[in-house]
């Protein structure tokens, strides 16, 4: 069963919208989350999230996280042709595999221009 | 610093060869992660070390698959035989510790198995 849930598994959109991803976690000493982009190559990070309600901005990309409500929100403002990617979530836990990262299975994003 | 280097970045083989992956994280990041890459199963980790000493390996498919950092600085990834399902994008990453956990990935090595 996945640790981490993301939806959409896929979102178009055109160029000017506003698009709002969504990761959804279990419970189980959770530590903190992540945000990667991946266009077609390797994931590069975006966020860290460890504390609820505090937003992380950057440029038109900005995330929140909820830990009494499990999920975390990414959003693009003025999307732009270049912000079509794979948006990853990954969730760190306490324990015995400190370290270890869980992903979600991704939001394809594709803007249109 | 040049960060995750890899490679090979294309590697095709036939079934039943042996396929070596390798992989060096970036200076002084004590954790190296391999992950493997489909479209039916997202971004899998295989394995991930610490100070080069394997600390989870649940995530290694099966016996055909086996993973060493003799050192720091490199790391190998092997599959011996390699079959078709196997072919995927393997990244490898490294982070400096846990506390930060952002996990510097490679350009990743495109297998495919025929």
């Known amino acids: 069963e996945d640790k981490v849930v993301q939806s959409p598994l896929s979102l178009v959109v055109h160029e000017g919208d506003t698009v709002t991803l969504n990761c959804s976690y279990e419970?189980?000493?959770?530590?903190?989350l992540l945000w990667y982009k991946q266009e077609k190559k390797a994931p590069t990070f975006l966020f860290m999230l460890t504390s609820s309600g505090i937003e992380k901005k950057s440029g038109r990309l900005s995330s929140i996280l909820d830990k009494k409500e499990l999920f975390s929100i990414l959003n693009i403002t003025a999307t732009q042709t270049g912000d079509s990617a794979i948006y990853l979530c990954a969730v760190q836990f306490r324990g015995s595999t400190l370290g270890r990262l869980y992903f979600g299975r991704g939001t394809q994003l594709t803007v249109w221009p | 610093d040049a960060g995750v280097i890899q490679s090979p970045r294309h590697e095709v083989t036939e079934m039943g060869q042996e396929v070596t992956l390798r992989c060096k994280p970036i200076?002084?990041?004590?954790?190296l992660f391999w992950y493997r890459q489909t479209m039916m199963r997202g971004l899998e980790l295989l394995i991930y070390?610490?100070?080069?000493?394997?600390?989870?390996d649940s995530g290694m498919p099966e016996d055909r698959f086996s993973a060493k950092m003799p050192n720091a600085s490199f790391s190998t990834l092997k599959i011996q035989p390699s079959e078709p399902r196997d072919s995927a994008v393997y990244f490898c990453?490294?982070?400096?510790?846990?506390?930060?956990?952002?996990?510097?990935f490679g350009p990743g090595t495109r297998l495919t198995v025929l």
């Open positions: 990453a490294s982070t400096r510790d846990t506390f930060y956990n952002e996990q510097f």
């Open positions: 200076s002084g990041h004590d954790y």
């Open positions: 070390f610490n100070n080069n000493v394997p600390i989870d």
């Open positions: 419970v189980t000493n959770f530590r903190s």
